[in-house]
């Protein structure tokens, strides 16, 4: 064998893994960034990360040319063992008080960022947040908070929050632990079952933040994201207001199809605040007689989100997304507020969902297969819909806003 040719395809196959792994963390478009801020919280962590990433970066490159030198300079040339001698206890001393020094000087600026970051005395508005197997629950109670919200409001997929405003997010679990990671606005929180977590998040200026669930929970977990949206506070007060707003019963022959498809195939699960029976009875969902989480995402008004199964898919083209998402803050909230028209519907995936929800993100959809759930399902299961109640429940869909 030819050991230095074998050596150097080695060092080669070394240096290409390195660059893979560099280029790897190359992109133009990252939602999800955490060295872009765009939040009071988000900032600090920010502020905190770079000098401890340079006095590590410092300490590696010394640490990894003392090893190189002596590794170099005492290879084995086939002498006998050198003489061994005892150490030197200055340099041993020195050695063991410099560490020391270095975790104090990165210690007290961490402490000061962790205390500065659970200090929740100044939020002015509260999100209950709540992870379920794959989504994420938004519940904003009756509070002062928010500009003062008179009735609670409950949605999934986009948290929306005024901007400029230190909000209080109240987080728990309903099943397995989740964790709830908004990188530009702070720092990860996970979601514990019987437990509540806080977490203060701002945004500096109205738009919307990507987000991903951080702790491996099950099966669809790479297709849990969430995003935060912020509005300037006439944006948030109209959008408010909107959520608010009393139901009412679709006027086209086909969305009231589309109304009694739901009610007969959907409402065991899905709420849509305000409708009712054919008797005039209001309809109240009972998902915890369904699914293993005992909940499932609230509909009311699902056109004014962008997003649907755990902001995995958008309701809007890509046109329309790129429009919102690159938009000029003053300029972002009413294109938002628009919310989901038939010129940008992006139906061939909410269409796809409704023919086979499983087949397009992973769930545990056999109920007898889990029999730790006492067959309940973990997820959204096939409703074997036909073509002709998906285009009825599509232009029932198109309603909700």
């Known amino acids: 064998m030819n050991l230095p040719n074998a050596r150097g395809r080695t060092m080669g196959f070394a240096a290409l ?26 900032q600090m962590i920010y502020d ?29 040339r086939g002498q ?21 020094l270095i975790l104090i000087g990165v210690a007290i600026p961490t402490v000061g960022t962790l205390m500065a970051l659970n200090d929740y005395d100044d939020t002015e508005c509260v999100v209950n947040v709540t992870g379920q ?21 409950v949605t999934s997929g986009q948290m929306v929050i005024p901007a400029d405003t230190d909000v209080l997010i109240r987080g728990t679990s309903r099943d397995v632990i989740h964790s709830f990671w908004i990188p530009r606005l702070n720092g990860k929180r996970d979601m514990v079952p019987g437990r509540v977590h806080s977490l203060k998040m701002q945004a500096d200026e109205p738009g919307i933040y990507a987000g991903q669930c951080a702790e491996f ?3 669809s977990h790479a297709n849990m994201r969430m995003e935060v949206v912020a509005l300037n506070d006439g944006d948030f007060e109209t959008w408010k207001a909107n959520q608010l707003e009393d139901y009412e019963s ?3 022959e086909q969305a009231l199809a589309g109304e009694a498809a739901f009610v007969a195939n959907c409402s ?11 008797d005039g009875v209001p309809i109240v969902s009972r998902p915890d007689l369904q699914v293993y989480p005992g909940a499932a995402p609230n509909l009311t008004n699902l056109m004014t989100r962008n997003t649907f199964a755990g902001a995995s898919w958008d309701l809007i083209d890509q046109d329309r997304r790129d429009e919102v998402w690159n938009a000029d803050p003053d300029e972002f909230g009413a294109l938002y507020l628009a919310g989901v028209e038939d010129s940008w519907f992006n139906e061939i995936d909410l269409r796809e969902w409704l023919r086979n929800a499983p087949l ?12 730790e759930t006492d067959g309940l399902y973990r997820g959204m299961p096939n409703l074997a819909l036909s073509e002709d109640q998906i285009d009825d429940l599509l232009a029932y869909l198109l309603e909700l806003k």
């Open 360 to 371: 397009k993100k992973p769930m545990y959809a056999d109920p007898l297969q889990l029999d």
């Open 217 to 219: 929970c099950g099966l």
């Open 133 to 153: 197997q794959w989504w994420w629950e938004f519940d904003y109670p009756v509070q002062d908070g928010c500009g003062g919200i008179t009735e609670p409001i």
């Open 48 to 76: 905190l990360s770079w000098p401890i990433f340079a006095i590590a970066g410092i300490v590696g490159v010394l640490v990894i040319s003392v090893i190189t030198f002596v590794v170099i300079r005492d290879r084995d």
């Open 250 to 252: 679709p006027i086209g």
């Open 17 to 42: 893994a390195a660059a893979g792994l560099f280029v790897a963390g190359c992109a133009q478009n990252a939602p999800q960034d955490t060295t872009d801020p765009a939040g009071e919280s988000a």
């Open 268 to 278: 065991r699960c899905h709420q849509v605040d305000g409708i009712t029976d054919a």
């Open 80 to 100: 006998p063992i050198p003489e061994q001698t005892h150490g030197k206890p200055i340099l041993e001393i020195g050695l063991t008080i410099l560490p020391a």
